[in-house]
């Protein structure tokens, strides 16, 4: 059974950052890439970044590159996202997923990864 441990949302003030962390269980950590999305209220389900720690890589939607970086540490089957600069079109219920494929795919609106965490409330206040 895939199981997702999702940490690191909160309030926070704009300009200010936020760390969410997940770990990840029941999968072969090489195997997978690690996705984050996020959902405002009224709004769809948008990807926010990825990485697959197996090849290096990762990817990042316009609005949040060079603000978001995403990172792992293997050795815990964990992800994080270091959200900097944040602003109130940040708040959102953010979710971490995995799936089997590169990055690029999860951003297209046509593929949907199989395994989802809980999710984590980030609330930027202006």
């Known amino acids: 059974e895939v199981q997702f441990v999702e940490s690191g949302g909160g309030l926070v003030q704009a300009g200010g950052s936020l760390r969410l962390s997940c770990t990840v269980s029941g999968l072969i950590w090489d195997d997978y890439a690690t996705v984050w999305f996020r959902q405002a209220p009224g709004k769809e389900r948008e990807g926010v970044s990825c990485?697959?720690?197996?090849?290096?890589?990762?990817y990042y939607v316009d609005s949040v590159k060079g603000r978001f970086t995403a990172s792992s540490d293997d050795a815990k089957n964990t992800v994080y996202l270091q959200m900097n600069s944040l602003s109130p079109e940040d708040t959102a219920v953010y979710y971490c997923?995995?799936?089997?494929?590169?990055?690029?795919?999860?951003?297209?609106?046509?593929?949907?990864?199989?395994?989802w965490g809980q999710g984590t409330q980030v609330t930027v206040s202006s």
């Open positions: 997923a995995a799936d089997i494929f590169d990055c690029e795919i999860y951003f297209t609106g046509s593929y949907s990864p199989d395994y």
């Open positions: 990485i697959r720690p197996s090849a290096g890589s990762t």
